[in-house]
């Protein structure tokens, strides 16, 4: 059974930072490629950004709303992914979930069909 868990959501003033992290369980940490999707109120999730398995190299993939923004980093030895987060912005207020899946084609690395394993979510808020 794979969790994950993510922490380091909150309060933050427009152009500030933050980071958030997903640790997730299991033995086989590699294998998985992990995504942080996000959610605001009275609109659909979307994803945000994945950091590959081996599979794909290890690389990482933006949504083009994030990208220059958000950094997403992966250390395999703690199971953990990080998304430090720069420059926010109202419009990134929301709920952000992390992600996990093993198999799925790089076309569809961006959808939500393509992860198993979903974590409770950390709430991110940016107001002044």
């Known amino acids: 059974q794979v969790q994950l868990e993510e922490s380091g959501g909150g309060l933050v003033q427009p152009g500030g930072s933050l980071t958030l992290s997903c640790v997730v369980s299991g033995r086989t940490f590699r294998t998985y490629t992990v995504a942080w999707f996000r959610q605001a109120p009275g609109k659909e999730r979307e994803f945000v950004s994945a950091s590959g398995s081996s599979r794909f190299g290890g690389r990482t993939y933006y949504a083009d709303s994030v990208k220059g923004r958000f950094t997403a980093s992966r250390e395999n030895a703690a199971n953990t992914v990080t998304l430090q987060m720069n420059s926010l912005t109202p419009e990134d207020t929301a709920v952000y979930y992390c992600?996990?899946?093993?198999?799925?084609?790089?076309?569809?690395?961006?959808?939500?069909?393509?992860?198993?394993?979903w974590g409770q979510g950390t709430q991110v808020t940016v107001s002044s």
């Open positions: 992600a996990a899946g093993e198999t799925m084609i790089l076309s569809s690395i961006a959808s939500e069909r393509s992860y198993n394993y």
